[in-house]
Each structure stands twice: as structure tokens, then as C-alpha cells.
């Protein structure tokens, strides 16, 4: 089992920036598939976005060209790299690699 722990969560206005960070062990992301994933209140937990241990990526429609994803290179820290946040994006946000959930960081976009 792997521990996962997000932070850079906050407060931010509408067409506010965020980055959100992942980190694990040292190499972890370089050879492992890490995603991204919300939970907005009363509503069930989504894919946000991922990155493949090759280096690719992939989002949810509603974020693209907003959202990027990356790691260090390290390899132990990846990145959520939100722009133009909407109020629509205020929700928990939580990383996952390989069966392991980190335990959430909070955005709230107010107008």
C-alpha cells in the first residue's frame, strides 16, 4: 500500500488558478498510472484527469484545455494544474494510483 497526500487546495474566484500537488514515494508516478478524480457535494466522486507512467494523458471534457496534469521528475509528486476555475469545479479533489486514494484537498470557486 502506498500513501498518497494532496494539498493546494483553497478559496479562489471565478477565472482563479490552483495547483494542486500529489506526493508519494520517490519514482512512484514515473513507473505508475496516477488520476485525478472530484466529489462535488451530493454528488458521486468523477474522473477529472490521468497521467500513464508513459507520460500520457488524458481529461474529462469539461476541463480541457483548463486542467493539465504533470509529475516531477522525481517522479514523486504530480500536479494538477487548474485554470479559469468555474463554480462548477468546487469540489473535493483526490488523487489515486494503483488501488491507493489520497485523503482529498478542497476547492471552492466563488463568484
Known amino acids: 500500500q502506498v500513501r498518497l497526500v494532496e494539498s493546494g487546495g483553497a478559496s479562489v474566484q471565478v477565472g482563479g488558478s490552483l495547483r494542486l500537488s500529489c506526493t508519494t514515494t520517490?519514482?512512484?508516478?514515473?513507473?505508475?498510472?496516477v488520476g485525478w478524480h472530484r466529489q462535488a457535494p451530493g454528488k458521486q466522486r468523477e474522473w477529472v484527469a490521468s497521467?500513464?507512467?508513459?507520460?500520457?494523458?488524458n481529461y474529462l471534457d469539461s476541463v480541457k484545455g483548463r486542467f493539465l496534469v504533470s509529475r516531477d521528475n522525481a517522479g514523486n509528486t504530480a500536479f494538477l494544474q487548474m485554470n479559469n476555475l468555474q463554480p462548477e469545479d468546487t469540489a473535493v479533489y483526490y488523487c489515486?494510483?494503483?488501488?491507493?486514494w489520497g485523503q482529498g484537498t478542497q476547492v471552492i470557486v466563488s463568484a
Open positions: 520517490e519514482n512512484f508516478f514515473r513507473f505508475n498510472y
Open positions: 497521467m500513464q507512467s508513459t507520460g500520457d494523458t
Open positions: 489515486y494510483s494503483e488501488g491507493n
